[in-house]
């Protein structure tokens, strides 16, 4: 494959709800602020890539919008994806490949305040059996930790160390959105929500934007003093019906991983779990046992952006390595109810 | 670095109103189980899956294809969801196309479906964006002026809209795949039909369908296999430009344009008109066929409509456009650029049936979406790149 890597990341600081600026308007700076980094105007740019859904905006057609904010003129080579940035990284990425241009924009935005999310995401379930019955995102969620509980492979305060550490590495993360120090112990003493969820175990609702700038080969190496090459990524989904799935385990996330050539070891991982039992899943999915540094960002308990927190993930890995803080890392990204879909990469800087 | 990449196998589902004998998904898998076949695959056969439909408010499903998932054989394989508007089919397919050109993978199977009979597509487009003005009665409002404009600068007579219609739907006839099949179609009874949006009659816009259309794309090792003639990809190319901006045209867009020249070097033509056999197009109300026609670079400037009133575009013409009825005969609105494009393929396959053009070698596949902003198009060969 050809080499491909990060050369630029920006995200706006990650909110409750962004209630003054409209989508377009909330993501121009990223744009601009991740365009200066990689040095690049919109004309040097051989591709452009975003991730959105219309059901967060409320209207049909809502990246036609944003992409004004890009300023798509005169015409560009530009793809859209009804799914998570992560994924339109991928298919930047794929385009990259294939040799005709050398580099991409990618980006991504999403607005999870302005609807109720969690019931907002049931319209992501089976339309004629389960989404009439509005089941919400929590509770499904609850359903997976209930079954760790129950299979023996996690105590509930093994949730609240998850909780606890996110946390509290997010207070050094000036993206985050939620940072506090409390220890688990107190948290095990916290109410369930949906149980056995606390509401430490659940993500925040995040407004958020980030952007990434790939490049290939020689011209990352211009553009950039320390790529973040993309040694591997790939993406695997399961079935959507929790009762065909072991949802313990995270099949799809292991096979995109094995494919991605995730093994070995890893300076930093960030990984996409917005529930806190979920990051014990995705850390046996990847072979990182009790790996030190997993989600030094807060990871989506910190701050998750429906639409936006994979591709942040992607963003966090490499700007380590880019500033030179690590060397190799790992990445995921998940979409869908209780990790159905997954998406692995790992990313290296020179040695 | 760029491999080869064939189309081995196409199906696609009976048009309709409403489909109401089958689920979602069962309407995609329907087309998608007629590719494979077409294939002589079976699912285990197949890399990888990308689906494409325009927005998800047309069903009421938020990403769609993740309860799709099984139903497309998906389990355990990469699972990719396009959507850039009106010009999606097309572009779906294009991604799926570069999976194999890229080396990634060998099979992969590409969908795209429109089920507009579970919501209301012309309301689902006419929420308010700020900004903008509201596209309060569907997407004719929003185009009849773009072909007012059109007539203006082209002096082009009034009955050009009628014949365009008048031909697709007498092509539909002859597709049992079609949505509309209108026997007793004439030219007066198009001219007669209510007026819509001045100059769009009712009979020169597409109808509001449910449908699929799948696709099987396989690297050259495959394609050298397989049982039937393969369609090879010659080029493929995408362009966007703003919705609102003073430098636009959306009559003639550069985008449009700048996407068909990108197409044609790839595929080595240099004159269209004369090189290339049959087109489908993206003709949802029925001025958009001269208007492409020149967008497209097969008619010179303010000519397109004399190839309309010449026959030129009729299926026993020069250079047969929307030769399946087009999307004025069926429009699942998330399939509707993947048929086109399906289209293009099927005549250099030779398996268009009572619609085959005799003799296609070329052909090209459009697609187009938004207010003319997002365009796609590919150009499919009986030989090797």
Known sequence: MRDVAVIAFAQMPNVRAETVLNEVEMLMPVI??????????????????????????????SFVSTLDGVGPWPPIQESHVEMDGAWALYEA???????????????????????????????????????????????????????MLDAGKAREEDFCEVAARSRRNAMNNPNAQLAWSVSEYDLINEEPLVDPLRKSDCPPTTDGASAVVLAAG?????????????????????????GMRDLTVSASTRLAGTKAGATGTYDVAELHAPFSHQELILREALSLGDHGNVNPSGGALAANPVMVAGLTRIGEVAQRIMDGTATRGVAHATSGPCLQQNLVTVLEGDS | MKERVAVVGIGQTKHQATRGDVSMAGLVREAASRALTDASMAWADIDAVVVGKAPDFFEGVMMPELYLADALGATGKPLFRVHTAGSVGGSTAIVAAQLVQAGIHERVLTVAFEKQSESEAMWALSMPIPFQPPLHAGAGGYFAPHIRSYMARSNAPDHIGILVALKDRTNALKNPYAHLH?????????????????????????PSSDGACAMVLASEAVADRADKP???????????????????????????????????QQAGITDPRREVDCVEMYVPFSWFEPMWLENLHFAPTGEGWRFVEDGVTQLDGDLPVNMSGGVLSSNPIGASGMLRFAEAAMQVRGQAGEHQIDGARTAVGHAYGGGSQFFAMWVVGTEKP
Do not use: N
């Open chain 1, 32 to 61: 601009r602020d991740v365009r200066g980094r990689a040095g690049l105007d919109q004309q040097q740019i051989g591709f452009t890539c975003s991730g959105s859904t219309d059901y967060l905006s409320g209207q049909a057609f």
């Open chain 1, 93 to 147: 990425w794929v385009k990259l490949q294939l040799g005709d241009v050398d580099t991409a924009l990618v980006y991504c935005y999403g607005k999870s305040a302005p609807g109720p999310l969690h019931e907002v995401l049931s319209r992501q379930l089976d339309p004629y059996h389960v989404a009439p019955l509005w089941p919400d995102a929590i509770s499904l969620a609850a359903l997976q930790a209930r079954a």
């Open chain 1, 218 to 242: 020689d011209r990352a190496r211009e553009l950039c003093r320390r790529p973040a090459w993309i040694r591997g990524i790939d993406h695997r989904i399961e079935p959507m019906a929790l």
């Open chain 2, 230 to 264: 393969p369609a090879w990809i010659k080029g493929t190319a995408m362009r966007s430009e703003p919705t609102m901006s003073a430098d636009r045209d959306p009559v003639l867009p550069r985008g449009g344009s700048e996407c068909a020249a990108d197409v044609y």
């Open chain 2, 182 to 206: 209108e026997h007793e179609i004439t030219f007066d009874s198009v001219k007669d039909s209510m007026m819509l949006w001045d100059p769009i009659r009712y009979a020169e816009t597409c």
